[in-house]
């Protein structure tokens, strides 16, 4: 019996990462490695030393058969064991392809590169295609792909823009029309390669799929593309049912949004039908909260090592009409240094003559921002956030009307 086999249960993260430590210690992937449980990953000594994030490997895991446990570690870590980047363009032109991901994918590495200055950087190279999604582009062999950064770009000497268009090239020669029908008019792309998502930036095989009216795409995790007409409602609401159970359950979220193809671009999207414009509003309100939770915990991380002292608020949700409404809601305590992220009601807390707390002004977004006119501070990241550093005047507080949620 093998090691994987024994796990009749899904371990613990800890007991996961011990499978990951000996794994690399056998196969010498690198050295003196630590397992860092705060963040659920294993950091190799050295500025450059490899970090293996094992929350995706670890959902994996927990969801494969046990009999299939050892692959998924696997492949896993056949990503660290492959070969460097080629040395020239010529070489890597016809393993590149292109990837869509999240925008919080670099917000994540940037917080990173702070939170440990001593590392070395990873510097990525990227291009945006919509609010909360960017285009990238890997070197894929037949184990396994990495990210391609900047560095080498400039050492092959071309811009994103070439190395993209021959990304491009290469996803056409690999993507042949190939939809699976899940029921009330949802296609969902079956080619289970690591690329259905890319399938996104083919306008024309949207098209060739989508039965009448105009197509109408999500990509909510990187192995998923789902595809509905624009003249079937009902199949808009089964795509975004599905977007957010996969989100849910599969993890590696790259978009929020419902695309659509615009004078032979694709572009985000909001849906013709009043119910579906909810429901899409709804699945972004759910998705957004969740991203900046992830983000809370990270800014948490970066500040405790730096001893910045500042109050990185939650993004909340409250549930309305039995769950057909989902309203963001952040909180503005008084005088305290916050990050707030931009929801769409914040609770300003209340004090009476006496300097006591009485409770909380709720105000919608927009009014909220323009109290008093310069008290929020943007800041670059994503999702975005605001630096507050003091609360509003009373007199400019009490003549903006509360919102009702």
């Known amino acids: 019996m093998g090691l994987f086999d024994f796990f009749r249960r899904p371990p613990t993260r800890a007991a996961f990462a011990q499978i990951i430590l000996r794994q690399i210690a056998q196969h010498q992937l690198a050295p003196d490695c630590r397992y860092d449980s705060e963040q659920f990953r294993i950091v190799a000594a050295g500025v450059d030393g490899i970090i293996f994030n094992l929350d995706n490997a670890y959902r994996d895991y927990c969801a494969a058969p046990r009999q299939q446990r050892a692959a998924v570690v696997q492949q896993y870590l056949s990503i660290y064991s492959s070969p460097g980047m080629p040395s020239s363009f010529?070489?890597?032109?016809?393993?590149?392809?292109?990837?869509?991901?999240?925008?919080?994918?670099?917000?994540?590495?940037?917080?990173?590169?702070?939170?440990?200055?001593?590392?070395?950087?990873f510097v990525t190279a990227s291009q945006d295609f919509s609010e909360d999604m960017v285009i990238m582009l890997a070197y894929d062999t037949q184990t396994n792909m990495a990210t391609i950064g900047q560095a080498s770009l400039t050492k092959w000497g071309v811009t994103f823009e070439q190395a993209l268009a021959a990304a491009m090239d290469n996803l056409r020669d690999r993507t042949a029309q190939r939809f699976v029908a899940l029921g009330n008019g949802l296609l969902m792309g079956d080619w289970n390669d690591a690329y259905d998502s890319s399938r996104l930036l083919l306008p024309d095989l949207l098209y060739r799929a989508c039965q009448g009216g105009e197509?109408?795409?999500?990509?909510?995790?990187?192995?998923r593309l789902l595809l509905a007409s624009s003249n079937n409602a009902a199949a808009q609401l089964s795509m975004l049912a599905l977007a957010e159970q996969l989100a849910r359950d599969e993890g590696r979220h790259v978009s929020s949004a419902m695309y659509g193809v615009r004078q032979g671009k694709v572009v985000a999207c909001q849906p013709a039908d009043a119910g579906v414009a909810a429901a899409l509003r709804r699945h972004r309100t759910i998705i957004g909260a969740d991203l900046y939770n992830q983000q809370k915990l990270e800014w948490e991380r970066l500040n405790a090592s730096t001893g910045e002292d500042v109050f990185v608020a939650t993004c909340l949700l409250i549930e309305r009409q039995s769950?057909?409404?989902?309203?963001?809601?952040?909180s503005w305590a008084r005088d305290v240094h916050t990050l707030l992220p931009r929801t769409d009601v914040v609770a300003i807390e209340l004090y009476d003559e006496h300097g006591e707390r009485s409770g909380n002004?709720?105000?919608?977004?927009?009014?909220?921002?323009?109290?008093?006119?310069?008290?929020?501070?943007?800041?670059?990241?994503?999702?975005?956030?605001?630096?507050?550093?003091a609360s509003p005047?009373?007199?400019?507080?009490?003549?903006?009307?509360?919102c009702e949620i």
């Open 361 to 389: 002004k709720m105000l919608a977004w927009d009014d909220a921002q323009a109290i008093d006119g310069g008290l929020m501070e943007q800041i670059d990241c994503y999702p975005v956030r605001y630096r507050v550093r």
């Open 90 to 121: 010529a070489e890597a032109r016809a393993s590149l392809m292109p990837v869509l991901r999240s925008r919080q994918q670099g917000d994540h590495l940037r917080l990173l590169a702070q939170a440990e200055p001593q590392r070395a950087a």
């Open 323 to 330: 769950g057909e409404r989902v309203v963001s809601v952040s």
């Open 393 to 402: 005047d009373p007199q400019s507080l009490a003549a903006v009307p509360a």
């Open 215 to 223: 197509p109408l795409v999500m990509v909510p995790t990187r192995g």
